[in-house]
């Protein structure tokens, strides 16, 4: 079987790296001949961590569209554009989240982005929330649950661990703060993240969220009394 995954490019992210994933698995594992369309040219050289590609082809739009595929697969809103020039006898659209919600309510791309949701394709998703609005929003349309799994021999559970009782409990919060969507912009919410180091180079975090329904904040009153709560959790953080 030849299938066909449509991408904006190869860089270092997460939503591609589960692609890349799923098509080394159908390469690797069940012997189709796989490849990752690049729909658009791009000026950034390619992520190099990609281990995995020898067992895919990467290919341009104007490749695939000279070729017949028995499955062509969307994998980010703006991909379905060309989702219908690419040759094929079933289309489908691998969706990772709801990505209307990734731009504000008065930017046009939002309407965009939902309304590839009504294409005539069959959807594919990793999330069993997503499969389940996808569900009301198409009944018509099948939507296949496809989970990502975790990779056993790189995350191999260890056969003992030594709790560590001698320093504070280490925490990581992966998010990018000033991305809209995450919180902290829209009245009646603030948010205040600070990064610090100490002499010593341990890395420090502290993140604060006030907010309140109902009304709007003094942004100049919380951020005054949360530095003051951000500088004294620092201070417990380095005794």
Not at 98 to 125: C, K, Q, S
Request: proline content about 6%; charged content about 25%.
């Amino acid at each position: 079987m030849r299938v066909a995954f449509l991408v904006n490019d190869l860089q270092l992210s997460g939503g591609i790296g589960v692609v890349v994933r799923h098509a080394r698995g159908l390469a690797a594992d069940h012997d189709m001949d796989v490849s990752l369309v690049l729909v658009r040219d791009w000026d950034l050289p390619h992520w190099s961590g990609y281990d995995d590609l020898p067992h895919l082809h990467v290919i341009s739009l104007e490749e695939a569209r000279e070729r017949r595929f028995d499955v062509a697969v969307a994998t980010w809103w703006e991909t379905t554009f060309s989702l219908f020039t690419v040759p094929a006898k079933r289309y489908a659209y691998f969706v990772q989240s709801l990505e209307d919600r990734f731009y504000e309510p008065d930017n046009a791309e939002r309407v965009g982005a939902a309304l590839t949701l009504d294409l005539p394709v069959a959807f594919i998703t990793e999330a069993r929330w997503i499969q389940r609005t996808l569900a009301e929003l198409r009944p018509d349309a099948p939507c296949h649950l496809v989970r990502n799994g975790i990779d056993k021999e790189v995350f191999a559970s260890p056969a003992t661990v030594e709790p560590n009782v001698a320093a504070p409990l280490r925490i990581l919060i992966e998010g990018d703060p000033t991305v809209w969507f995450k919180g902290g912009s829209e009245p009646g919410v603030v948010t205040l993240n600070y990064l610090a180091r100490t002499a010593g180079g341990r890395t420090l975090v502290t993140s604060l969220m006030v907010s309140d329904p109902a009304n709007p904040l003094d942004e100049n009153h919380v951020a005054a009394r949360g530095i003051a709560i951000a500088k004294g959790a620092m201070a417990l953080l380095t005794r």
